[in-house]
């Protein structure tokens, strides 16, 4: 399989993505219950086009790019059905990138079309990673932010395409917030590896505030800046410890890739004679995984689908394998080895894909204005959401700070503007503000158990 996919033959490139595409399809017609963040996802753009302003009335910390294209999705109709074959997409087209660039900065000896190979089985180990998400989104502008550093240096002289590199970077940043640290990255591997001077640096920094800037604007002119700016500090540089659950969870996916990674990096540190060109790459993407460990500390919960920029690197990594093992069974080796440890992973994960996916609703209505004061996004399935609250642990600090003025002009302006059919309460949150907001809540009725509906 080494020789075949090491191969430069265009036919062996169309075959690989035709399989690739028809399994994607295949896993597209099992019809599966959607994850929850993706049901999420799908929820922001539905509300978005009725109206509804990100961050303001709807609390969530999306990306605002990543929240317009969900909006697009829904504006077109577009069911959660095809999000397989676009996220299948998109991944090829990074991965096309990924070996573009690896190609024409003669980065690596001759490897045909093993980087994209590989980059496409790094990126389909979990079920997580065959759904579009802002950080898949963001990380296509990043691989772009890599290949204009790339062509910084290959030559002696770096140019004003540096800008670029700031463009790309912002627009990285809005699709996932987290995403603002790896500008730290971008200034760091043009200060080491090439001749960048402090206008070019300034240059660069002022493509990147210019793409936030902007942001800044529209939010304003929508009166939702102050807003923003707050999930905007809260997801880049609000930094926390993970939990031992949330590390055990993401070295069970990544596991197989983190080691192969790892092994293709100890295997060029000990081989040192490669080109000058290479070494850049190896030490740029070095720097890469610095600043992606550094991200795992910001982003909102440490998961397969928030963790995806660990992975370009160490697919890097991992084609130095392929070139300085010089015995040939033991590249062969490595091909199969990601293949059982991806078919390992994803039959793992398919065993417990109940549990790993949005539930079943329990409510009996239909087709009503639903309220939901909870985590349970399942109740929306068949009733239109109304509320902000769409991400739970951004919102059920609200009800347990009812003591704070703050808090109960912020409830105060959501229950105001609102006027759904149906509450539903499982926390008892709906009791807790009936002292503070007399004026709506008498206008509902207990009908069932945690069950609220409005009197006519």
Request: net charge positive; charged share 10%; aromatic share 16%.
């Amino acid at each position: 399989m080494f020789q075949i996919l090491s191969s430069k033959s265009s036919i062996t490139f169309i075959f690989l993505l035709i399989a690739c595409a028809l399994g994607i399809l295949g896993y597209a017609e099992l019809n599966l219950a959607p994850f929850a963040w993706e049901f999420k996802n799908f929820l922001i753009g539905q509300n978005l086009n009725h109206g509804f302003r990100l961050y303001q009335d709807i609390r969530d910390n999306t990306g605002p790019l990543t929240a317009n294209f969900f909006q697009v999705l829904d504006f077109f109709s577009i069911s959660i059905f095809w999000n397989a074959p676009i996220a299948f997409s998109i991944v090829v087209f990074q991965a096309y990138v990924f070996q573009q660039t690896i190609r024409r900065f003669d980065l690596m000896p001759p490897l045909g079309n093993l980087p994209f190979f590989i980059y496409l089985a790094f990126f389909h180990s979990s079920f997580e990673l065959f759904i579009p998400s802002g950080a898949i989104l963001g990380l296509s502008f990043l691989l772009l932010a890599w290949r204009e550093i790339m062509a910084q240096q290959s030559t002696l002289l770096v140019n004003d395409r540096v800008f670029l590199i700031g463009v790309y970077i912002g627009i990285a940043c809005l699709c996932y917030l987290s995403y603002s640290l790896f500008i730290f990255w971008a200034i760091l591997s043009l200060l080491f590896y090439s001749s960048i001077n402090i206008r070019q640096i300034l240059l660069l920094a002022i493509g990147f505030l210019m793409i936030l800037i902007s942001a800044g604007l529209v939010f304003s002119y929508h009166g939702n800046l102050a807003n923003f700016l707050e999930v905007y500090r809260n997801s880049s540089f609000r930094f926390q410890i993970p939990s031992h659950v949330d590390i055990q969870t993401l070295a069970l996916s990544f596991g197989p890739s983190l080691a192969i990674g790892l092994l293709g990096l100890f295997r060029v540190i000990q081989k040192n004679k490669i080109r000058s060109n290479a070494q850049k790459a190896q030490q740029t993407n070095l720097l890469w995984m610095f600043i992606s460990v550094l991200t795992l500390f910001t982003v909102p919960s440490l998961t397969v689908i928030h963790s995806v920029f660990l992975l370009p690197s160490l697919a890097y990594f991992t084609l130095n394998i392929t070139y300085l093992y010089k015995i040939y069974w033991k590249k062969e080796l490595l091909i199969w080895t990601i293949v059982g440890s991806l078919y390992l992973s994803l039959q793992t994960e398919w065993k417990n894909r109940e549990s790993l996916r949005l539930g079943k609703a329990h409510l009996s209505i239909r087709n009503e204005k639903l309220m939901v004061l909870g985590p349970q996004l399942q109740e929306y399935q068949y009733n239109q959401m109304v509320g902000p609250f769409l991400n739970w642990e951004l919102s059920k600090s609200l009800f347990s700070e009812l003591d704070q003025y703050k808090t109960i002009v912020i409830l105060h302006d959501y229950f105001s503007r609102e006027n759904p059919s149906y509450i539903y309460d499982p926390e008892n949150n709906f009791i807790k503000i009936m002292p503070y907001l007399p004026n709506w809540t008498r206008n509902y009725q207990l009908v069932a158990p945690n069950l609220y509906q409005r009197k006519n």
